[in-house]
């Protein structure tokens, strides 16, 4: 997880610019949203109902959600929202990107390891997890779009489940509308996982410039109290999104030892190395926030992972790390 700043300091340009932040529960984590704009209150207020918006169309945890109605189709084509089907096409892409690392179609699978309901209800599990279900390296088992209807369709025996990506692109999707509704600068934070979004003063139609009134850059810190209370890493982000995985919350126990929620597609199991130490976390940076989330899940499948348009810190078990791209360029040292 990650800390974000308890303020934010809005340009010196215009003084009618001011802030305000919330914070509130929703997809299964506590959300905090920090806003910089001519009418802050009225910004969190749509990002607020936009978050809970998506949550009721995409949430596998509501039976009357987008997601868990098309995973009861058996495999038929279903109508869904723009919504719902841009959150379909950016799964699609990640699992493209990340040669398969990243599925999004493993949810039956994640049931029978015994994540089948909220994790504050997931127990000790005694049986075996059922059999992989077969070819998860093939286009078969990816979701189909027929753009003439507005349908998608999944083949029967799957289940969609955009896991973190989906939390990144529901962050993705508030910060650039609350942009466009009129904030100076936008930070929003889905259980540590963070899209930072501004409007630069004097930007051209769609190229934000920089002016010599520039926002403070953001400090955040990346902090995961089980491994310890001190920071990881601290890191300079002024737009652009961080994403955490770990495999050391969101765990339970079963016949085989400590299970946790992110699958390897090739072996159906929780992520485990064959040799050498065992990842514990991956924070990436990248520029969506969906895109990090995909990679963060993808270095934790494969920690020799080497994905593009991104930096990345991934810790292993006995304290080394493994740094990607840039990252070095956004630390700031003590």
């Known amino acids: 997880m990650v800390s974000a700043p308890a303020t934010l300091t809005p340009p010196a340009s215009d003084d009618r610019v001011t802030h305000a932040q919330i914070k509130f529960d929703v997809m299964g984590t506590r959300a905090h949203l920090l ?16 978050l809970e918006d998506l949550e009721q169309r995409w949430s596998r945890f509501l039976i009357g959600s987008e997601v868990s109605r098309w995973n009861a189709a058996n495999g038929e084509p279903f109508a869904v929202s723009p919504d719902t089907w841009r ?3 950016t799964a699609r892409a990640a699992w493209r990107r990340t040669d398969g690392r990243f599925h999004p179609s493993m949810l039956a699978t ?11 209800r997931v127990g000790p599990i005694t049986s075996e997890p059922n059999a992989l279900q077969p070819a998860f390296g093939s286009p078969e088992t990816i979701p ?12 029967s025996g799957y289940e969609f489940d955009p896991g973190g990506v989906g939390k990144g692109l529901a962050a993705d999707i508030v910060a650039e509308e609350l942009l466009d509704a009129g904030a100076m600068r936008v930070v929003v934070n889905l259980g540590g996982d963070l899209r930072i979004r501004r409007r630069i003063v004097g ?3 769609t190229t934000l410039l920089e002016s010599n009134n520039a926002i403070d850059p953001t400090v955040i810190s990346i902090v995961e109290p089980a491994w310890s209370p001190e920071p990881i890493a601290d890191v300079r982000l002024e737009d652009g999104a961080l994403a955490t995985s770990t495999t050391l919350r969101r765990r339970w126990q079963g016949p ?5 929620h992110i699958v390897d597609p090739e072996t159906g199991r929780s992520a485990r190395s064959e040799s050498g130490p065992q990842v514990v976390l991956a924070s990436v940076i990248a520029t969506d926030g969906w895109w990090a989330e995909a990679v963060a899940t993808s270095l934790i499948v494969d920690p020799e ?9 991934v810790l292993f078990e006995d304290g080394t790390q493994r740094r ?6 956004y630390q700031v040292m003590p």
Request: charged letters at 30%; aromatic letters at 6%.
């Open 305 to 313: 992972y080497v994905p593009d348009r991104c930096s990345a810190l």
């Open 144 to 155: 189909k779009l027929d753009a003439e209807r507005s349908t998608v369709s999944l083949a």
């Open 87 to 89: 959150l379909v096409q």
């Open 35 to 50: 806003v910089d704009g001519l009418e802050p209150d009225r910004l969190l207020e749509m990002g607020h109902h936009r």
């Open 110 to 120: 994640l049931r029978h390891l015994g994540y089948d309901r909220s994790f504050s």
């Open 324 to 329: 990607i791209g840039d990252f070095n360029a």
């Open 256 to 260: 085989e030892g400590t299970r946790h």
């Open 203 to 205: 930007s051209i139609g």
